[in-house]
């Protein structure tokens, strides 16, 4: 494979590792996960990165002690380009490997959140720490945000996206880091989650006739939903990321075993495609699912409010930033195919006003959160390189 570089700029493989297996040992579970403590001590390490080279370096105040920290390389143009990754992993319960060793063992680095996602966090800050050591003076601002809170409610990214709205016309895009195997995500899906509650009345199991059992309720409750994906999905299907899905991922109801249920919740995790709203979503969804009452009088159901909603991503491939990083990507990876995925990031954040991003990083999205998680180190260097030649690719 091609190295990227220049005069004086060049990452060295090594030290894009040591980077990366610095950042695994140190614990930064979401505090909304067991055991979490948050992210201040890899912040702290970003803040002691960029003093260390002698670059600005601002902490944004997110929430109580988290915090956004942004480190910037000067360059030769009032352009920007952004890199983003978010700093914050999922809960290390059921690992079977030491969570914070980040053992390089045949050519992976081992631990939590080494795919998911340190790697690309490394990647980023060791294509800036060989222009800034190597005298290099980029043709635009580099600047890097490592946020907090990406795995739960997106906090982080949010706080940026409204601090970078007002001057977003100055950003040439953003760079979004996450496991994608070196490919460009250019666009995504969002969310919305919600409940469905369906009340019956609780008698004795041994008499059910008499009262009206919330369980068996939802059931057509589920059947329409099932209905509902099956003939209202696949004519809004988008090019990149398929139609629309809904899953119904958790379900609750019963007291006791010799009782009718008067209660049953389920949980609706509904996923939209770039074009569609969030909250338009969930209006529809919940008007239709209001209107099975009138089929059925013994049908009493409550749609709440969204708890969590997050946004699709639909940025151009012929975006400038999308040219920039699968030209250099193309060059150094012999591939970088422009695709979709089913997850959402903090890049719909960025898009949303109006900062072109694309999601991008090495590692495969499957190792995320899993027990024995990994990353390929040959990876995360050639991820350290492209992005190194997608900054110098501007002049």
Same mark, same amino acid.
């Given at each position: 494979m !091609?190295?990227a ?6 990452? !060295?493989?090594?030290r ?7 950042? $695994? ?9 067991p ?6 001590a890899?912040?702290e390490y970003? &803040? ?8 600005p370096?601002?902490?944004?105040p997110v929430?109580g ?5 942004? %480190?910037?390389?000067p360059?030769?143009?009032p352009?920007?380009l952004?890199?983003?990754?978010h700093?914050?992993t999922?809960?290390?319960? %059921?690992?079977g ?7 390089? *063992?045949?050519g992976?680095?081992? =631990?939590r959140g080494a795919?998911?996602? &340190?790697?690309?966090?490394a990647?980023?800050?060791a ?7 190597? =005298? ?6 580099v600047?890097?945000?490592?946020v $907090?809170d990406?795995?739960i409610?997106?906090?982080g $990214?949010?706080?940026?996206? +409204?601090?970078?709205?007002? *001057?977003?016309?100055?950003y040439a =895009?953003a760079i979004v /880091? ?5 490919e460009?995500?250019?666009?995504h ?5 919600f409940?469905?509650?369906v009340q =019956?009345?609780s008698v004795?199991?041994?008499?059910p006739d008499? /009262?009206i059992?919330?369980?068996d *309720? ?5 059947g329409?939903?099932r209905?509902y994906g ?6 809004l299907? #988008?090019p990149?990321t398929?139609?629309?899905t #809904? ?6 109801g019963?007291?006791?075993?010799n009782t $009718?249920?008067?209660?049953c919740?389920?949980?609706v995790?509904?996923r939209?495609?770039?074009? !569609? ?5 969930h209006?529809a969804?919940k ?6 009452q009138? &089929?059925?009088?013994?049908?009493k159901?409550?749609v709440s ?10 940025t151009a491939?012929?975006a400038e930033?999308?040219r #920039? ?8 990876n %012999?591939q970088a195919?422009v ?5 959402c990031?903090?890049a719909?954040k960025? +898009?949303?006003?109006g ?6 990083g090495?590692?495969?999205i499957?190792q995320?959160?899993t ?6 180190a040959g990876?995360?260097?050639r991820a350290?390189?492209i992005?190194?030649?997608t900054?110098?690719?501007?002049s």
């Amino acid at each position: 494979m !091609e190295r990227a570089g220049t005069a004086g700029a060049e990452v !060295e493989g090594g030290r894009v590792i040591e980077i990366l297996q610095e950042l $695994v040992r140190i614990p930064s579970i979401n505090p909304g996960f067991p055991g979490g403590m948050g992210e201040q001590a890899v912040g702290e390490y970003v &803040k002691r990165f960029f003093r260390r080279l002698d670059l600005p370096c601002e902490v944004q105040p997110v929430e109580g002690s988290r915090s956004n920290v942004i %480190g910037t390389l000067p360059g030769a143009s009032p352009r920007t380009l952004l890199l983003e990754a978010h700093m914050d992993t999922v809960q290390v319960q %059921g690992m079977g490997i030491a969570p914070y060793g980040a053992e390089l *063992k045949e050519g992976k680095v081992y =631990g939590r959140g080494a795919c998911d996602t &340190k790697a690309s966090l490394a990647a980023m800050l060791a294509a800036v720490e060989a222009l800034a050591l190597g =005298g290099v003076r980029p043709p635009l601002n580099v600047q890097l945000a490592a946020v $907090v809170d990406e795995e739960i409610t997106y906090r982080g $990214v949010s706080a940026l996206a +409204a601090a970078l709205k007002d *001057k977003a016309g100055s950003y040439a =895009g953003a760079i979004v /880091g996450e496991p994608t195997g070196l490919e460009l995500i250019a666009a995504h899906k969002g969310c919305c989650r919600f409940y469905v509650d369906v009340q =019956g009345i609780s008698v004795h199991s041994s008499n059910p006739d008499l /009262g009206i059992n919330a369980i068996d *309720k939802m059931v057509d409750v589920l059947g329409y939903l099932r209905e509902y994906g099956r003939t209202v999905y696949p004519p809004l299907a #988008h090019p990149l990321t398929g139609p629309p899905t #809904h899953c119904v991922s958790l379900i609750e109801g019963g007291v006791a075993p010799n009782t $009718v249920p008067g209660f049953c919740r389920i949980t609706v995790d509904r996923r939209t495609v770039p074009g !569609e709203e969030p909250l338009e979503v969930h209006r529809a969804m919940k008007k239709r699912l209001e209107e099975l009452q009138l &089929k059925d009088p013994r049908l009493k159901l409550a749609v709440s409010a969204p708890f969590i909603i997050d946004y699709a991503l639909d940025t151009a491939v012929e975006a400038e930033v999308v040219r #920039h990083l699968q030209s250099s990507a193309q060059r150094l990876n %012999g591939q970088a195919r422009v695709l979709g995925a089913a997850y959402c990031s903090d890049a719909s954040k960025l +898009a949303r006003v109006g900062i072109p991003a694309v999601v991008f990083g090495p590692g495969d999205i499957g190792q995320a959160h899993t027990a024995d998680e990994w990353v390929e180190a040959g990876e995360v260097i050639r991820a350290a390189d492209i992005i190194l030649d997608t900054i110098l690719s501007y002049s």
